[in-house]
């Protein structure tokens, strides 16, 4: 068998055609929340790769176009002609009432933000609004006339037609976005719309994607011999876990010590994996070898590109000694599927170069398993839970492949490492401690290459400067900073100012991405 076999195998499956919004994957999470299997297409995916997917029900997402614009995107042929149960959001209303026979015009007013509808015709698909009325409304366009069969199902101010539906043909558009958390009734619209109007049953659970998974890779593997490059993440570590639990030791799992990583990060690695949960795992400390790579390097690009290589080196070297191996278990993401099926968008600026092992199997000629092919972080957290796994791996903030190579700004070396890395656990145990380690996406300490002067006891200092960014997201495309509680940020300045040799100011990063991205380098 080729590959491992598709969740659709198994569970009802709703389709989201992808218009282009900036919200897409939300409506993806939002129905895989409530245990509905769903899969994103760009719109214009060929037909039978789609219904390949036996889809239960359609949702058309937003997007930036505008119907009645020359080459904006068209509602496939297939889509209508399948008879399945249609919900178009925002963009996706707009189509679906301009390929009926509706109109679409410019609104007067453009609509952003949040507002509040008020349900014109009783439906249970809307019937949550009612008591959440608000919305959160993003458009400029809006339906002025409906296609035939359609009811009008709720109004804002700007909207006389915001929600609009066919009962007969199963067919709903609504103008807001019921995906963002701003619209507290949108995630129960969406369960109703996949359970109610479509017919799925709720079966996309983390036990039954343990149970199917595991079964798939050992018909998949046979008796080949299986390699994993664990980097300590929670990709990483959930999916040794479940090749484990399918092939046992014949999977063998490699940890490169790069020297790059936290404080106590190495030794919890090695720690879970071997002392744990007994799996074989060899760790190698390349620490000298990075760091004799990285001397003297200051560009952040550079860095990058140092790093990515010298892992794949030393990983194919320790590789090499662990004789036959037919497989390599990589932890690719859904988000990472969807945007390399993405069409190539002109004009997009690399703006990092991302490390991480892409290039290893083609090198190495191994076959790939990737058993988070179509999971979300969160689903891999709950996946990560259901087997059972340490709490601190689990809820791992994510950490980036050249580690703290890029949050050493300016030169690499072992003592500028080791005053980040006591900076960095002080705030981490400071996070922990007030609770905030989940309820903040990522948190960290950065040390620049800036000296300020500082007066310590009746004495000068000329020290360096570590800056903390703490921010949340949803997705890591935008993030906002924290807003940490002001007695919070002067314990932490107080503490590592008192505690790390080396430095005497800290501040506090706040801006927000973008126009800033979330490392610093
Ligand atoms: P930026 O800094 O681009 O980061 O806003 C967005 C997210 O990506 C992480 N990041 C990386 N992850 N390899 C990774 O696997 C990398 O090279 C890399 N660089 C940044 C970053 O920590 C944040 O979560």
Known sequence: MAELRSPTEFHDTIVILDYGSQTTQLIARRIREVQIYCELFPWDTPAERVMALRPRGFILSGGPASVYEPGAPTLPAYV???????????????????????????????????????????????APLADQPQVWMSHGDRVEVMPPGFAVLACSPNSPIAAMGDPQRLLYGVQFHPEVVHTPAGGEILRRFATEICGCAPTWTPAAFIEETVASIRCRVGDGMILCALSGGVDSVVTAALVHRAVGDRLTCIFVNTGLMRRGEPEQVVRTFRDQLGMPLIAVDATEEFLAALEGVTDPEEKRRIVGE?????????????GRVDFLAQGTLYPDVIESAAPDRPGARRIKTHHNVGGLPERMQLRLIEPLRYLFKDEVRAVGEALGLPPGVVWRQPFPGPGLAVRVVGAVTWERLERLRAADAILQEELGRAGLLRTTQQAFAVLLPV????????????????????????????ADWARLDPDLLALLSHRIVNEVAGVNRVVYDITSKPPATIEWE
């Open 80 to 126: 209508l002609e399948s008879r399945r149960p249609i919900l178009g959001i925002c963009y996706g209303m707009q189509l679906l009432a301009h390929a009926l026979g509706g109109r679409v015009t410019p609104a007067p007013q453009r609509e952003y933000g949040p507002t509040r509808v008020e349900l014109s015709h009783p439906t249970p698909l809307l």
């Open 310 to 322: 010298k892992f794949i080196r030393v990983f194919e070297r320790e590789a090499a000694r662990v």
């Open 451 to 478: 000296r300020s002067v500082g007066v310590m006891g009746d004495s000068r200092s000329y020290e360096e400067v570590v800056a903390l960014r703490v921010v949340t997201t949803e997705d890591f495309m935008t």
